[in-house]
DNA sequence: TTGTAGGCGTTATCAA
DNA sequence: TTGATAACGCCTACAA
């Protein structure tokens, strides 16, 4: 008695003396029928219960509503914050998200993948690495990358040049004599390479001297520790009593770095200024606030999703043979004065 | 010419010789056909290039493998990490997450949630506090709630109670004058409540002295921030020179507490024992790496997913008419002893 | 071991 | 304004 059968289409038919071919139109086109047929339609509904299956709306019509997302990890907030603003999209677009996390495994996300597709999801977020993106345009639905390699596919990206400028311009506002960045030793190919080239280009057409350390870092909180108290300790001896200002490739190396300071001397010295990337909360919460150039991670987020949904739409035009070049969006930077270079607030 | 027709059952058994039966057996029984129909079929499926339609299946099996997932929000990391290990679990179980952030608005919670059921997802986790178990009890299918109220569905906490009283005890043997709980005046029908009761009741077993502080905590980082100052600032005159132990509901409340009392001395005070809640990044990440009572965030996540696939595989042998109470699963805390409470590390 | 026929719950195409 | 009928792609009796 509790496992009575799904009502459908037909049930409402049968009670309403319809077709189903006129209940369907009472939710595709009620202007089509007569107030009087909706009314008893719509008492119908309410009478016998009715919930709707898209799953064989689906099936007739081949559109879901799904995209899948992907996502390397969780560590930096950076991609659990995009992630939050994507699903906030579900109000504006309706689309719904499949959420998978890549833990760098290629086989693993292929086969995530290919199991989507045949849910006939209608296009995909990549935020991993793992994938070329020469592959992610082979698959048959519409990519969109965010902050990653993107040759072949649409992305969105933060202007990370612009980033590295801005912070190098800061450095040198606070008349640092050495300025430094440090990042892991990424391909040229991904965005964020060019946080590398935008500090450095800046640094020496302005003359400035610069130094660029790369090292494995992003691993986790206690070997990035360890590679920073490292670089501490060269910088002891090679820039003893210089004024040092650090340019860090995240929000989370810039407050290992700021914690390891700040655990040596009780407060940051003034020999140091230190900035982040990415505005994640982290930067907030750190021990003294992090200035950083902010990536607008709500900007990322939507703009991907709106590209993404206009492709979509572009192909159910039956745009699918013109190979249409990859649309690359830019979000622009915003540099955030705060504690530890340039800012108003004292501890 | 690229947008050519989809390969389904029909093509390969026109292309084989076989009917469409065959073609589905060798999916779903290959053991059932000879060796060499196995073989005509698999070549012809590299052949056509063949891609399956699950739509189609679910339409005629009913089961989809999607699960819902619906988080209250990102601040707390604890969420993200729940979410991330849930989301691992696909390796485990096969089931796909539909993931959305409630925000706290329950009209748009009801909304989708009706909408995943249109989908035919086969069960929900539920770890935003908007609507009521009851509520949620009657959705038709399985729900497990992880670290809510909980009274009408299955649920997956940590044992709130002992980690309270793990805190209390650290704080004890610390010698602490005083005992101290900081949270935010939160129901007593919620898992995390237990977190104020343990707490309260080995101070008061054991004779110590203890005070609890409810505040609208929680909000953002510049709120909390506030709030605990003007905390900090009652403590100065009410226990001047006494040593206070502080068990904070959350690492993230604990971190900016934390970061307060830094700022002021330069270090941390003998005066001062702090210890948080969840062991999640930010206790690690901490100035000084925080202690705390670390929720299994993967055992959560893990029993939940277990738990909502038992509910499901039940429900698939037509156990749905006896209402078998809901299961509690409980997964004891740990506490991690660091810098800011009885740790080895030093700063 | 393989095939036939009907069903899953919608939408789409014609016709009336 | 409404209806018959045929998709959509797969699964499952029941038959052979």
């Known amino acids: 008695m509790e496992e009575k059968k799904r009502v459908t289409f037909d049930d409402i038919a049968k009670y309403t003396k319809f077709s189903k071919t006129t209940i369907s139109r009472y939710f595709n086109d009620p202007g089509s029928l007569t107030e009087k047929s909706q009314h008893i339609i719509s008492d119908a509904l309410e009478k016998l219960d009715y919930h709707e299956n898209r799953v064989a709306r689906i099936l007739a019509m081949g559109k879901t509503e799904f995209i899948g997302v992907i996502v390397p990890e969780f560590y930096h907030r950076f991609y659990s914050e995009v992630l939050n603003q994507i699903l906030a999209t579900y109000e504006t677009f309706g689309y719904k998200f499949l959420v998978f996390i ?62 590295g400028r801005q912070a190098a311009a800061l450095l040198q506002e606070l008349q640092c004599d050495v300025l430094i960045h440090i990042n892991a030793p990424i391909d040229h190919c991904i965005p964020a390479y060019d946080r590398i080239r935008g500090f450095r280009d800046y640094c020496q057409s302005n ?17 990035d520790q360890a590679i920073l108290k490292d670089i501490l300790g060269e910088w002891d001896r090679k820039y003893a009593h210089q004024k040092i200002g650090v340019f860090l490739a995240n929000d989370t190396t810039a407050n290992t770095l700021l914690n390891l300071i700040i655990r040596r001397y009780g407060y940051l010295p003034k020999e140091y200024s230190i900035i982040g990337f990415d505005n994640s909360p982290t930067s907030r919460e750190a021990i003294i606030p992090l200035s950083t150039v902010g990536q607008q991670v709500d900007r990322l987020a939507h703009e991907a999703v709106r590209l993404l949904v206009d492709q979509i739409k572009a192909r159910k035009q039956g745009k699918t043979l013109a190979e249409s070049p990859p649309v690359h969006k830019i979000v622009p930077p915003i540099l955030f004065r705060r504690g530890t270079a340039g800012g108003m607030d004292v501890i």
């Open 102 to 163: 890549g833990n760098n495994n290629k086989e693993s996300e292929r086969r995530y993948i290919r199991e989507l597709l045949s849910y006939q999801i209608e296009g995909m977020i990549v935020l991993s690495h793992t994938l070329s993106s020469r592959e992610l345009s082979k698959f048959p639905i519409p990519v969109v990358a965010i902050e990653r390699e993107d040759q072949f596919v649409c992305s969105v990206n933060t202007d990370n040049e612009s980033g």
């Open 207 to 223: 003359g400035l001297p610069y130094e660029i350390i790369l090292r494995e870092l992003d691993r986790s909180y206690e070997v």
